[in-house]
């Protein structure tokens, strides 16, 4: 079984920043890409950004130059850091990440319960 536990989230002005925590536990022989998604009121859920076991990141242009994503695989830990922060980025974002939970099996798609961010005007 693998669980993934989000933190960092809260209530935070516009212009301000925020940093969300993911770590996986449980189970797991290896993790391939970990991945931060948002869900806004109404809306899609949509992906923010994703970084690979190596490293390689990529962003939703609406948050490209102002949200860092991160990984500490000593950890099986990902980090968004979120800078500038816009009343559109309001949203519960969750994480996601592509996780081997076997040597009999292979990678499985796992989610984290969603954090709360909320950037008032």
């Keep these: 079984q693998v669980q993934l536990v989000?933190?960092?989230?809260?209530l935070v002005q516009a212009g301000g920043s925020l940093r969300?925590?993911?770590?996986?536990?449980?189970?797991?022989?290896?993790?391939?890409?970990?991945?931060?998604?948002?869900?806004?009121p109404?809306?899609?859920r949509e992906l923010v950004a994703a970084i690979t076991?190596?490293?390689s990141t990529n962003y939703v242009d609406s948050v490209k130059g102002r949200f860092t994503i991160s990984r500490d695989n000593a950890k099986n830990t990902v980090y968004l850091q979120m800078n500038?922060?816009?009343?559109?980025?309001?949203?519960?974002y969750y994480c996601n990440a592509d996780v081997?939970?076997?040597i009999y099996r292979g990678f499985g798609d796992y989610w984290g319960q969603g954090t709360?961010?909320?950037v008032s005007s």
């Design 6 to 10: 989000e933190s960092g989230g809260g």
């Design 20 to 40: 969300l925590s993911c770590a996986a536990s449980g189970s797991i022989i290896s993790i391939n890409a970990m991945s931060w998604y948002r869900q806004a």
């Design 116 to 118: 709360q961010v909320t």
């Design 100 to 102: 081997r939970a076997s």
């Design 84 to 92: 500038s922060l816009k009343p559109e980025d309001t949203a519960v």
């Design 53 to 55: 076991s190596g490293g």
């Design 42 to 44: 109404g809306k899609q």
